[in-house]
């Protein structure tokens, strides 16, 4: 176990400022950043993820960032493995490992352990995905507590994805995803882990990533779109569902204008915010809350957390 060291973890929504406020710790603590987002592992998708940029890495070392084909599977199993070869290296050369990203899947991976269970097989996983789009999340859930009981204690009403998750690995294995989850453990003590997440308004987020989007369009979104489709990306892979990339190629393909493409961005993004608040309401309870409509306020505020 793992006790004198420390890391810190800083999650939000996207658009949130993560990137920004990681910047100044790293420079201010010795540290260097991590990455903890799912999308931002994918070589070839730069713009719609919003990676740090070149003047960022310039300033503090990044990891794990940009390193994974769009064409290669990439779990949170793999990423677990590669942040704590991360950790080591950085804690071995006295430096302070900052982990940055919105995926809240990772985090609980690395403070909770990975949940072992048997891979879902496609057919049963499409079968489910079709009920829960053609019922809703409200008359699914209704039905997944009848089908495990054990949800209920454990679940929010709202969380589709576990949701869905949890009704896969009931009917294939007839044990609870909770029976599972109770056998995990993590590789590390707890107390090494100084827990942040930007719990920023929901009106200034929203305008946040509206200038975003607006920001991809003006960079040259479209063109990396374009270069994404010519790989033929099998449909399986997760570097499809990146937000974007269907919207995009519909305007490509002359279904939709740009003004409808930007606003379907922002939309899906919006739901995706939404859907990380509703995460780490569930899963971060024991996180620092942080806000400040200042830069310098809110790194004042992670710090006095942290110390």
Known sequence: ??????????????????????????????????????MQVYNEIFILTSRPTLQ????????????????????????????????????????????????GLYFKALTDGLVTI??????????????HKKIGQKKFYNKLIKLDPMVKKFLLPSDSQRSMRAYEVKKLTNKSLFVFMKKTKSNFDNKIFKKLFINIPRELLHKKIDKR?????????????????????????????????????????????????KELIKLKTRQYAKRQFTWA??????????????????FKQAINKIS
Do not use: C
Not at 75 to 101: A, C, F, Y
């Open 56 to 103: 960022d890495t310039n300033i503090v070392k990044h990891h794990l960032y940009g390193f994974n084909s769009v064409k290669q599977k990439f779990s949170t199993g793999h990423w677990l493995k590669m942040v704590i070869n991360k950790m080591k290296e950085q804690w071995n050369q006295d430096r302070i490992p900052i982990l940055v990203g919105g995926t």
């Open 281 to 298: 309401r569930g899963h971060m309870r024991s996180w620092e809350m942080i806000y400040a409509p200042n830069s310098n306020d809110l």
């Open 1 to 38: 176990m793992e006790q004198e060291k420390k890391v810190i973890l800083l999650a939000g929504p996207t658009a949130s400022g993560k990137s920004k406020l990681a910047l100044q710790l790293a420079k201010n603590l010795n540290g260097e950043i991590i990455n903890a987002d799912s």
């Open 213 to 261: 989007v607006e920001k991809m369009f003006a960079e040259g979104v479209v063109a990396e779109v374009k270069n994404f489709l010519k790989m033929k990306v099998n449909k399986e892979l997760s570097s499809n569902k990146i937000i974007g990339i269907k919207e995009i190629k519909d305007y490509i393909d002359g279904k939709i204008t740009l003004i409808k493409t």
């Open 118 to 131: 048997p891979d879902i097989p496609n057919d049963l996983r499409t079968e489910i995905r079709e009920l």
